[in-house]
C-alpha cells in the first residue's frame, strides 16, 4: 500500500507525456495537449496508481483519495465557473478510463455525468428542452449499464415500447416531452434492476463512476485482451474526468475521429470520419454511419481549418501518426484525444519510411514504431488475383488480408472452433468487446455495419485479422444461424473468403498466394540489417529452398536436415535395405548406393548458397520411421494368414519379416530412442556415408567456381564422449576424401545442444565442438517433458486455455524453463571455449519473443524457415534496440 | 611433464604408508614392514608418478628416470653386497607392479631377473647345479613372455618335449644337464619370436622389465578390471625391485599366503596355505595345490612362530586384516608383501564388529572397512535349503552366495550371453586374468582347479560372485562344451546352480531364498545410523511392503504409487469404466466405486507405519496404460471383420468402440504424455477422489488408535502454476473431509522434480511445496533424453560396453548431467523456501554411489525399495564419512 501522502489527482494542466505510467495514454496525452495550446476541455486524472492501490486493497479505496478527487473537482469548479449538481451554472463531465497502453474498446466510460432533477432545468434553459432531456435519458442509460450493471437491454426496451407508443422509427422523432417521460421510465427501470433508488447525488455517481472504471480493468473480456496483447495484468488504469463538449448541440455541433495518414495504406492524406450533430460514442460504436472528414469543410469550414492545423502539429509533436477524437461543440473545437494511431502492416512500414524520408524520426525510431508481428501480416497470404470468380458482395476494406474459413455466427463458436484448430470466419451485425475471444482465434472478421473506425474494424488492424466492416447489403439472422448474401444463403459451417484489403466477399473457399514484399518493407528490413548483432540464416534442405533463403536474405543456411533426402520415393528402397542390412557389408552396399543421391542434394544447396556458411546435420530421426508402422504391418500379416496363405507364400513371407524388423525397431518413446548420434555411432557406415558425400559435393561444387563453406553438425548428443567419438569418424572420412582427391578443405563440426544434459555439461561438449546450435524444439520436449505430437492435441490445449502456460512453448520460447536451460548451456559452452559460435535452429529461431532472449544471451545467429527470415532480421535489430532501452 | 629433478625412486627404507599415492599399496607397505622391523627383502620402487609421466609422454621415459635407476641400483648393491651380473656375487631381483589400489593377478611381475651366462656359474655354486639352471630357465620363460611377448606356450611345448624325449612325467624329474640344455632351447624360442638375440645384460633387462610393467597398467584385462571395480584410469602403477629369496632352495625353503583372520567367514583363525620348495607364483597360479598352514608348524617350526607373531603385528598396525605373502629361504622368513586383505561380505562385517569389540577400531573406522556393495552381497539370495536335492560334486566354497544360470565354457561367450540378460555360470578349469569380462557378468564361476586364494576366488570374492573353486571331481571338454560330473553330462545351456557357502554343484536350476541377515550386520548398520545425516525411506506401494521396509529399519514412505492399486484385478473393471466415461458424472460415479478400494489400500499402510511419514503420490501413468494395447486391439477388431461378423454384432461393435477409445488415447511418446498432474488438471475428479480417500483412510486410521503422518504427492510437475492448482484441488477436498468428519490432520503437500524444467524453475516451484522428492528415473529420462523401456536393450548396451558413458545411469546417478539438475533444483528450491524438505526416490535413492552425491547436495532423505534399506542406510553413513575425509 502506498502511504496516504501519495498524491492521486493531477489537474490536466500539471501532467505531460512522460508521466504515461502514471497518468495512463489518454491524460498524459491530454496534458500534453494542453501544453502545446491545442484545445482540450478542462478536468483532472485520477491515477493508475489510485487504481492499483484499490485493487490490491481488495476494491477499498485508499483512504484519501475521495477527499483529492473532491479537492481537485473544487479547482476545477472554479476554473469553469460551473459546479457539480448545481442547479444555476451545472457542470457536465465525462468519466473515462486511460490506460497506460491503449485498449480500444475494453474499458468503461460514462459520459454526461452531473445532470439529475435539480440541473436538467437550466441545462433545457441554456441549450433547449429536448437536448436536456435526451442528455438526461442518455446518462442514466449509459451510468445505470456501466455502474450500476442494470442490463442495456432493459432500457433499450423501454425506448422500443415508447417508440412503439408513439408510431415513430427513429429516436430524434421522439419530442422533448417523450424523452422526460423516459427518464422517469428508465428511473423506474433502473430501481428495479438495481434493488435501489436511482442516485442522485452527482458526487456519489461521480465516486461510483471512477470506481467503476477501476473495477473495469478486472473484466474477463479485458483479460483476455490483455492477454491477446501481451499486457501485463497489473499496470491498472487512469480516470479522466473532463468537462463535457456536446457534438450535439444541434447543427453546428460535430463528433469525429480521425488519422492524421491512412492507417491503412499509410499515405499522408486526410484520413477521418464524423457525425454532425452527434456524440462520441455514435462514432466508435458504428450505430450511425459517419461520413467522411474532407466532407466537414462545408459544413464547419473554422473548426475544420483548426483540426486540419493541430493534426500537423499533434503528428510533429509526437513523431508518430496520431489517431485523434474531437468535438465540435457549437463550432468550437475540442480535442477529446490524441493518441499514436493503430495501423495496418504496410501502413506501418510506409509511415514509418515516410517519416524518416521527411526528416521527423531517424532509422532507429523508426525500426521502434513497426512491431515483429506486422511483419508477420505483410508474409500473410492474400487472395489469388488469378481466380476469376465474382465477389457476392462488397463491404469496407477496414483491416487488409484475406481469410477463407467456415461461416460462425457468435464469439462463443469461432473460439471453440478456432481453438480446435479449424479455420473460422467470424460473421456479426457488429462486434463488441465481448467478441474478443472469438476474434482472436478466426481467420477473419465479417460486419454488416459500422465504420472504418468501428469496433471490429479497430481491434482487427490491430491484430492483423482480415476485416471486411459494413457489408450493408448481407443480413444476418444470429438465431437461425444463417447469412443471406443476395440469392445465396450461408449456414454455420458453410466456406467463405474475405479480401479485407479491398472489402469484397465470396461465399466459397478460395486459394490464397504469397503477398508480394513493397519497396518499403525492404527499406526497413535493410535498416534493421545495419542495428542488428546476431546473423540470420534459413533453415532449408533443398537448392530451391535455400535460394528462397538467400532471396529473404538469409546469411547462410543454419539447418540442412539430411533425412528428407532420405525419405524421398527413388531413394527408399536404398534407404530401407540399408536398415534391413544384417551384415556391415550389406549396410555399406545399401549406402554406396544412397551416396551419389545424397551428394546430389548437397552440390545444388552449396551452390545455391556460394559464400555463405550451410550448417548440415548428419541423420536424426530412428530408422523405424522410414519403415511401414507396426500396425499397418500387423494387420496386413493376420490378413495374409487368416487368408489362408501357405507356410510358402512368398508375400506372406515377407510381410513376416518385416514385421519382425518392425516390431525390432519400433520404440515406446521414439523421441528418446535410438536416433542421431546414437544411430550413427551404432552404424559408423552411415555418418561415415554422409560425410563422404557432403566432402564429394563441396569438391564438386567448389571445381564448378562455387565457394562452399560447409559445418558439418551431429544431433541429440548427450554426453561429450559422443561428439568426440563422431568428430573423429568425420574428421577421418574427410581426410581420407581430401587425400584422394588432393584438395584441403576446412569443415568445422559442431553439435546440436537439444537435450538438457547437454546443455548442463555444455561446458564438457564445447571441448570437441566448433559451434554450438540449439535445437529449442526438442529442448522443450525434453526439458518441459511434453511430445509435442501429443500434446498440442491434447493437455497443452487445455493449458493454454486455462492460463496454466502463458502460451503455447513451441511458439513462444519458454523463457524461464527451456530459455533458462539454453542460458546454462551458452555460459557453459563458452567458459570452456571461448569463441564458441552459438546458433538456434527451429522454430523459434522465427519468432520475435525467442528472438529477444537469444539476443539477451548474446548467442551468435538464429536460423528458421525462409519465409521468417525477413521477421528474424528485423526481431533482431528490434531485440537490440529494446536491450539499449534497457 | 615433471621436471627432471623429480625423485622417481625411493630406496624401501625411505619410505612409510602414508606414501601410497606415490610407492603404490605393495612399495609403502614394504617401506612400513621395514619400520616396524618385519624382514623384508632389500630393494627400491619406481614411484607411480614415473609411470604416469612415461604414459603421458606417450611411453617414453623422463630424461633423468634410467639415472636415477642406476643410481639406486648402485646403493642397494653396496647394501647387499651383490652386483647385477656380477659374475661372483650376482645380485638376483624381482621386478613387481604395485598399484596403489590392488589389482591382484592384473599386472605384470619378472622373478629372477640379474641371471645369465656370466652368473649362473656363481649361483650353482652357492646353491647347486640344477637349482641355478631351474632358475635361469625360469627367468627366460618369464622374462620373455611377460617382457617381450614371447608366447606363453612356446616355453611349455619345448619343455614338454624334452619331458617326453627323457621319458619322465614331472619337472622336478628333470636333471641340471636337462635344464642347462632347456636354457639353450629357451634362448632359441626366444630368438625366433623376438627377430633378436635374447638380451643378455642384465641392466637391459631390468630396464625392459620396468617397462613392461608400466605397459602392463595399459593392458585390455587390466583397463577391464578397473572399470568393474571403479578405479581411475590415470593412478599408474610404481615398481618394486627386490633382491630374490627363494622358496625353491630345498626342503627348508617354502613360499606361502597367509590372512589374519578367515577372509569367508571372518574368524579370528589361522587361514594360509604353503608350498614347500616353490616359488611364489606356484601358489598364486593354482598350478600345485598347496598345504594348510597350519602344516607348516611341524616342517619349519620357527619360521612358523616368527610368521605367526609377523601377522598379529601386521594386523595391529593396519588396524585391519592382512593378507600377506611370505617366503621361507633356507629357514629365513620374509615377507614379501602384506595388505588389506580381501574378504566375502560375512567376513567383512565379523572381522569390523569383532575389531571394535577387540577394541582395535572405532565405529566409524568399522564402517569404512565395509564397502556398501558387501551389503548387498550380504542381501543376495542363497539355496533354499528345503530344496532336498543331492549336490553331484563338492569344490572349495571359495566365495559364498548361491548362483543359478546356464553353463558356459569361455568368458567371451558368458560376457556376451550375461551382457544380453541371459544368467550365465561360468565353467573353467581355472580361470585366468584374460577372463575378466566373463566373470563380471556371471553369476558364478565354477573351477576344476586351484584353491582358495587361486586367481578365481580372489576375483569373484572381491566382487561378491558366488564361486566353487577346486572342484576336483569335474571333468571340462572346453572343445567340445561338455561338463562331465560323474554320470550327468551338462552342456552349453543347460542350468546348474552352485552353493558357493558350502562348495556344493548342482546339475539342475534350484530356487533361491533371501538370505537372513545375521548380527554383525544388524550391528554395523546400527552404527551407521548413528552416523548418516540423511533419513532413509523405502517405496511401498502395500501394507505387506510397508511392514517390510519398516523391518529393514524404514524411516518412512518415501513413494507410495498409486496406479498399481488402479491396476490390481478387481479395480481394472472401475478404472475403465471411468476411462471410457463420455460425461464428468459418468467419471464421478466410476470413481466413486474405486474410492473405497483406495481407501482401504491407504489404511494398511498407514497402520503399519503408524508415527512415520507416508509421502502418497498422485496418480502418475498415462489412461492407456489401463487399456488394452493398440496393435492387439487393432488385431481383434479385423479378426472380427474378416470372420464376417455382422454390423450389428455386440462383441464387434464393442471391440470397435474400445479401439476407437484406445486410438485417442495412444501416444507417440507416452512418457512426454498425458499423464502426472497433466491429467489430474483435465480431469480434477481423480485427485479429488484419490485426496478423499488419502484422507478419509487417515482418519479411520487415527480412529484405531494409529498416528498417520500422510504427505500428498503430485507428479510430473513442470510448471509452478500446475502445482499451484492441483494444491487448491486438494487442499479443498481435504477441508471438505475434515469438516465433514469434525476432525483436524495436517497433510503438508509437495512435488515431485523429475523434469528438468522443473529443476530450472524449482524456485518458483518450491512456492507451493512443502517438499520436493527428486524423481531420478523421470529426470534421467527427460534430461538425458533415454526411454528406459528402449534404450538399455539398444544404444545404451552398446555406449556401456564401448564406454562412451561411464556406466548406466540408471543405476548409479550419471552425475555431471543429472546430478547437476538435481543440484539446481535443491539450490532454486532452497534459495524461496530455505526450509524446503528434498528426498530422492526412486531406484538411485538406494545406490551408494548417486547416496554419495544427495549427501554432498545435502538433501534430507532417500527412498528405495525395501530390501535396499538396510544399503541405503550404511551408504548414507558411508557418505558423510566420505565427506569429513574431503
Not at 491503449?102 to 454526461?112: A, K, Q, Y
Not at 543421391?597 to 545444388?604: G, I, P, S
Not at 486455455?801 to 513451441?810: L, M, W
Not at 521468417?868 to 528485423?874: E, G, H, K, Y
Amino acid at each position: 500500500m502506498t502511504s496516504g501522502t501519495t498524491k492521486y489527482i493531477y489537474d490536466l494542466s500539471e501532467g505531460d507525456l512522460s508521466m504515461k505510467p502514471l497518468l495512463g495514454g489518454k491524460g498524459a496525452n491530454l496534458s500534453e495537449m494542453i501544453k502545446l495550446g491545442v484545445p482540450v476541455p478542462d478536468g483532472f486524472t485520477v491515477t493508475t496508481e489510485a487504481c492499483v492501490d484499490t485493487m490490491n486493497n481488495g476494491g477499498e479505496w485508499p483512504a484519501d483519495l475521495w477527499g483529492q478527487v473532491t479537492d481537485a473537482l473544487a479547482r476545477f469548479e472554479e476554473r469553469v465557473d460551473r459546479r457539480l449538481g448545481d442547479a444555476e451554472k451545472p457542470l457536465l463531465v465525462s468519466v473515462r478510463s486511460g490506460a497506460v497502453i491503449s485498449m480500444p474498446g475494453m474499458m468503461d466510460t460514462i459520459l454526461n455525468l452531473g445532470i439529475s432533477d435539480e440541473t436538467v432545468g437550466s441545462l433545457a434553459a441554456e441549450f433547449g428542452e429536448r437536448f436536456a432531456w435526451d442528455t438526461y435519458r442518455r446518462f442514466i442509460q449509459m451510468y445505470g449499464d456501466v455502474v450500476e450493471g442494470v442490463p442495456h437491454h432493459a432500457y433499450e426496451d423501454a425506448l422500443t415500447a415508447l417508440k412503439a407508443e408513439r408510431g415513430v422509427e427513429n429516436d430524434p422523432d421522439l419530442t422533448a416531452e417523450d424523452l422526460k417521460g423516459l427518464v422517469e421510465t428508465f428511473k423506474q427501470v433502473s430501481r428495479e434492476h438495481m434493488g435501489e433508488e436511482f442516485p442522485t447525488d452527482p458526487k456519489e455517481q461521480l465516486k461510483r463512476a471512477v470506481n467503476a472504471v477501476f473495477a473495469s480493468w478486472d473484466t474477463p473480456r479485458a483479460g483476455i485482451y490483455r492477454k491477446s496483447q501481451g499486457i501485463p495484468d497489473d499496470l491498472g488504469t487512469a480516470v479522466n474526468v473532463m468537462q463535457m463538449v456536446f457534438g450535439n448541440r444541434g447543427e453546428t455541433s460535430a463528433t469525429g475521429v480521425c488519422f492524421t495518414r491512412n492507417p491503412s495504406t499509410g499515405a499522408k492524406e486526410l484520413y477521418g470520419e464524423f457525425l454532425l450533430n452527434a456524440q462520441g460514442e455514435d462514432v466508435v460504436a458504428g450505430i450511425r454511419t459517419p461520413k467522411p472528414l474532407a466532407e466537414m469543410e462545408s459544413v464547419l469550414p473554422e473548426a475544420y481549418a483548426q483540426l486540419l492545423d493541430t493534426m500537423n502539429r499533434l503528428e510533429e509533436h509526437n513523431g508518430d501518426m496520431q489517431d485523434i477524437e474531437f468535438t465540435v461543440e457549437d463550432g468550437k473545437l475540442f480535442l477529446l484525444q490524441t493518441r499514436n494511431g493503430k495501423r495496418t502492416a504496410p501502413a506501418a512500414f510506409k509511415i514509418a519510411v515516410d517519416m524518416v524520408t521527411e526528416g521527423k524520426l531517424d532509422k532507429a525510431g523508426a525500426l521502434k514504431r513497426i512491431e515483429p508481428a506486422q511483419l508477420d501480416q505483410l508474409l500473410h497470404p492474400a487472395i489469388d488475383l488469378s481466380h476469376g470468380k465474382t465477389p457476392v458482395t462488397k463491404g469496407l476494406n477496414a483491416s487488409p488480408g484475406a481469410a477463407v474459413g467456415e461461416v460462425v455466427f457468435d464469439a462463443e463458436t469461432a473460439a471453440e472452433r478456432g481453438k480446435a484448430g479449424d479455420r473460422v470466419v467470424l460473421v456479426r451485425w457488429e462486434t463488441t468487446p465481448d467478441d474478443i475471444a472469438g476474434v482472436i482465434v478466426a481467420q477473419g472478421v465479417l460486419t454488416a455495419h459500422g465504420g472504418m473506425t468501428s469496433h471490429a474494424a479497430v481491434v482487427a488492424r490491430g491484430m492483423g485479422k482480415p476485416c471486411v466492416a459494413g457489408a450493408s447489403k448481407i443480413k444476418i439472422d444470429a438465431e437461425a444461424k444463417t447469412l443471406t448474401i443476395g440469392e445465396s444463403v450461408l449456414r454455420e459451417g458453410d466456406m467463405i473468403t474475405l479480401d479485407g484489403t479491398t472489402g469484397e466477399v465470396y461465399a466459397e473457399a478460395l486459394d490464397l498466394v504469397p503477398p508480394q514484399l513493397n519497396d518499403d518493407f525492404q527499406t526497413i528490413v535493410g535498416w534493421a540489417d545495419e542495428i542488428r548483432r546476431m546473423d540470420v540464416r534459413a533453415n532449408a534442405d533443398t537448392g530451391a529452398d535455400a535460394a528462397k533463403a538467400r532471396e529473404f536474405g538469409a546469411q547462410g543456411i543454419g539447418l540442412c536436415r539430411t533425412e528428407h533426402m532420405f525419405m524421398e520415393a527413388d531413394r527408399l528402397p536404398a534407404v530401407r535395405k540399408m536398415i534391413l542390412a544384417e551384415s556391415d557389408e550389406a549396410r555399406t552396399q545399401a549406402l554406396a548406393e544412397i551416396l551419389p543421391l545424397q551428394q546430389e542434394d548437397f552440390e545444388a544447396i552449396f551452390d545455391a548458397m556460394t559464400g555463405l556458411p550451410v550448417t548440415v546435420r548428419l541423420l536424426d530421426p530412428p530408422m523405424h520411421e522410414f519403415l511401414p508402422n507396426l500396425v499397418d504391418q500387423s494387420l496386413l500379416v493376420q490378413r495374409l494368414e487368416l487368408e489362408g496363405r501357405g507356410e510358402d507364400d512368398a508375400e506372406l513371407a515377407e510381410a513376416r519379416t518385416l514385421l519382425a524388423q518392425v516390431k525390432k525397431l519400433t520404440e515406446q518413446n521414439p523421441m528418446l530412442g535410438t536416433r542421431g548420434v546414437r544411430l550413427a555411432l551404432l552404424y559408423p557406415e552411415i555418418p561415415a556415408m554422409q560425410t563422404r558425400a557432403i566432402v564429394r559435393a563441396a569438391l564438386a561444387s567448389k571445381a564448378r567456381g562455387s565457394e562452399p563453406q560447409v559445418e558439418i553438425m551431429v544431433p541429440l548428443v548427450a554426453f561429450a564422449e559422443e561428439l568426440k567419438r563422431m568428430r573423429a569418424i568425420i574428421e577421418e572420412t574427410i581426410a581420407e576424401e581430401l587425400q584422394a582427391a588432393g584438395e584441403s578443405m576446412d569443415f568445422p563440426v559442431g553439435t546440436m545442444i537439444e537435450l538438457p544434459r547437454a546443455a548442463v555439461t555444455a561446458d564438457q561438449i564445447a571441448e570437441h565442438a566448433d559451434f554450438f546450435s540449439f535445437g529449442t524444439n526438442d529442448l522443450t520436449q525434453t526439458g518441459v517433458g511434453i511430445s509435442r505430437d501429443d500434446a498440442e492435441g491434447a493437455f497443452l490445449a487445455h493449458y493454454i486455455d486455462e492460463e496454466i502456460v502463458e502460451g503455447n512453448p513451441f511458439g513462444s520460447i519458454d523463457r524461464d524453463g527451456v530459455g533458462g536451460l539454453v542460458g546454462i548451456g551458452a555460459e557453459k559452452g563458452r567458459s570452456t571455449h571461448a569463441d564458441l559460435k552459438l546458433g538456434v535452429c527451429g522454430e523459434h529461431g522465427g519468432d520475435p519473443a525467442s528472438i529477444s532472449l537469444f539476443e539477451e544471451l548474446g548467442l551468435n545467429y538464429v536460423s528458421c524457415s525462409p519465409y521468417r527470415v525477413p521477421i528474424a532480421r528485423f526481431a533482431a535489430a528490434r531485440a537490440v534496440l529494446d536491450a539499449q532501452e534497457g
